[in-house]
T-cell receptor
Framework: GNSVTQMEGPVTLSEEAFLTINCTYT??????LFWYVQYPGEGLQLLLK?????DKGSNKGFEATYRKETTSFHLEKGSVQVSDSAVYFC???????????FGTGTSLTVIP | DVKVTQSSRYLVKRTGEKVFLECVQD?????MFWYRQDPGLGLRLIYF???????EKGDIPEGYSVSREKKERFSLILESASTNQTSMYLC??????????????FGPGTRLTVL
């Protein structure tokens, strides 16, 4: 079945540093890929998504490219801010039915 | 915007109590989900429902049951709460099924502590 493996955290960066959070997937076919973000005390919210190979999802300065050849969907941001401190989850849906598969989450702390 | 609400943000219960967690979505979504979130384990699916009165077990259904009497409402029931059910519980909804680009929308979560 489909699954994701996500980079372990926690990650601590200084403001304006470059961020990469790695995510690789195993899938039958080419499902859409998602990044969700969870701010402290809140539920998950969609950050960005990509629907097919070579698609780039982007939002709030974050980007991720759907790489079929390396089965990856790494999250990047060129200059992080304190307000980006959160937990980030990579996810993909099952090919049939309703299941979404989530990575274990990567906690990011950005210090001023 | 889709809104998913959960009945409580924080809940403290005693071992053996019956616990009800309620979730309501306002966008006429067919599919609703209950997850629990624990440090180091990510999100684990407890149950989901794809229609009124229809439900399917997820990865960790033991000790839980669910009810979906109306399309907008999905309840998670802990028949006899135990300390190992202390966790963050997240409800979500989704319009379609399958591998497409349709996202899940999450509620704010209920942090349940069982003493």
């Amino acid at each position: 079945g489909n699954s994701v493996t996500q980079m372990e955290g926690p990650v601590t960066l200084s403001e304006e540093a470059f961020l990469t959070i790695n995510c690789t997937y195993t899938a039958t076919g080419y499902p859409s890929l998602f990044w969700y973000v969870q701010y402290p005390g809140e539920g998950l919210q969609l950050l960005l998504k990509a629907t097919k190979a070579d698609d780039k999802g982007s939002n709030k300065g974050f980007e991720a490219t759907y790489r079929k050849e390396t089965t990856s969907f790494h999250l990047e941001k060129g200059s992080v801010q304190v307000s980006d401190s959160a937990v980030y989850f990579c996810a993909l849906p099952a090919n049939t039915g309703n299941q979404f598969y989530f990575g274990t989450g990567t906690s990011l702390t950005v210090i001023p | 915007d889709v809104k998913v609400t959960q009945s409580s943000r924080y809940l403290v219960k005693r071992t053996g109590e019956k616990v009800f967690l309620e979730c309501v979505q306002d966008m006429d979504h067919e599919n609703m989900f209950w997850y629990r979130q624990d440090p180091g384990l990510g999100l684990r699916l407890i149950y989901f429902s794809y229609d009124v009165k229809m439900k399917e077990k997820g990865d960790i259904p033991e000790g839980y049951s669910v009810s979906r009497e109306k399309k907008e409402r999905f309840s998670l029931i802990l028949e006899s709460a135990s300390t190992n059910q202390t966790s963050m519980y997240l409800c979500a909804s989704r319009l379609y099924r399958g591998p497409g680009a349709d996202t899940q929308y999450f509620g704010p979560g209920t942090r349940l502590t069982v003493l």
